[in-house]
């Protein structure tokens, strides 16, 4: 049975690959760190296959026995078959599932990190038992995942949930152009919901550096300008948010990366965005993530048992 098998997850990052092994109940068995191999793509897929030979043989499991999900900065061509947008550009071009799935005799799935963090909160986080999950993460970038019935929505393109690189919506006459962004438009989402961004629009208004943590704790205790910059930030989220609840309405939305420990957002933002939903009412809840920053190796393990 596809579902009582042990399930890995491996979270293909920049300097860090980290493996979890999760029993069929999602209950963590083994997790495992080591360095990414830096510029060698061969080197990479040996360090991928020695871990989840080690897994498999540390839990007592016959090789091929465990199912295998992969999340990475960066998607698969739906067209091509191979990997771009990673951070490790020597994994971009490159026929990765193809050659894992030869390499460790079982299928492989592969999906971004945005991705995993709505599979995992979907599937035993914040968004257990939910139909529509959308998940959102608000870190250095601002990236978006969507799963229905417990399954990512990857789309012909790969690109479901893509959020961050549509622009801030209803934009008021300050908020034009807006910033460049490095995908080369202007006035994207992650140009104003990053946490960069954040910290971008206080020093565009106050005229101060300071960092997000800063800005949010000085908020708290009754400065005026950073409690400004923080009320423009979650009127920003409740626009952004509202634009994606016309289009998908999902039950609930998890919001992730570091922006989501600011604990007011759960209040102030479904507050907000009710002018701008096209609704007479939103019951759509929003709500902080569970697992935090093991999300993206968790929702990898729940891929990879979606695997045929
Ligand atoms: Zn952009």
């Not at 091509?80 to 299928?107: F, K, M, Y």
């Amino acid at each position: 049975m596809q579902n009582q098998r042990t399930r890995l997850g491996i979270d293909l990052g920049g300097t860090k690959i980290e493996i979890v092994a999760l029993d069929p109940a999602g209950a963590e068995r083994l997790r495992r760190r080591v360095p990414t191999p830096q510029g060698d793509y061969a080197a990479i897929l040996s360090a991928l296959v020695a871990l989840v030979a080690d897994a498999e043989h540390e839990l007592g499991l016959a090789p091929g026995a465990a199912s295998i999900g992969i999340g990475t900065p960066g998607s698969i061509s739906r067209a091509t078959g191979l990997l771009r947008g990673a951070n490790s550009v020597c994994l971009n071009g490159q026929p990765i599932v193809q050659d894992l799935e030869r390499a460790l005799g079982r299928r492989v799935r592969i999906t971004n990190d945005a991705n995993c963090f709505a599979l995992s909160e979907a599937s035993d986080g914040a968004g257990q038992g939910a139909a529509v999950v959308f998940g959102v993460i608000l870190g250095t970038g601002v990236g978006g995942g969507i799963v229905v019935d417990g399954r990512v929505l990857d789309g012909p393109n790969a690109i479901a949930g893509e959020w961050g690189h549509n622009p801030l919506p209803w934009p008021r006459d300050d908020e034009r152009p807006g910033h460049p962004c490095f995908c080369g438009r202007m006035g994207c989402i992650e140009t104003w919901l990053s946490g960069p961004g954040f910290e971008r629009d206080h020093l565009r208004v106050t005229g101060e550096p300071a960092c997000a943590r800063d800005i949010v704790a000085r908020a708290a205790i009754g400065d005026a300008g950073c409690e400004a910059t923080l009320a423009r930030y979650e009127e920003r989220l409740a626009r952004a948010l509202a634009h994606v609840i016309d289009i998908l309405d999902p039950d609930v939305i998890v919001l992730g990366g570091g922006m989501s420990n600011i604990e007011r957002l759960y209040r102030s933002v479904p507050a907000l965005w009710g002018p701008w939903v096209f609704s007479d009412r939103v019951d759509t809840r929003l709500v902080r993530n569970v697992h935090g920053d093991s999300s993206g190796v968790r929702g990898a393990a729940w891929l990879g048992a979606t695997a045929g």
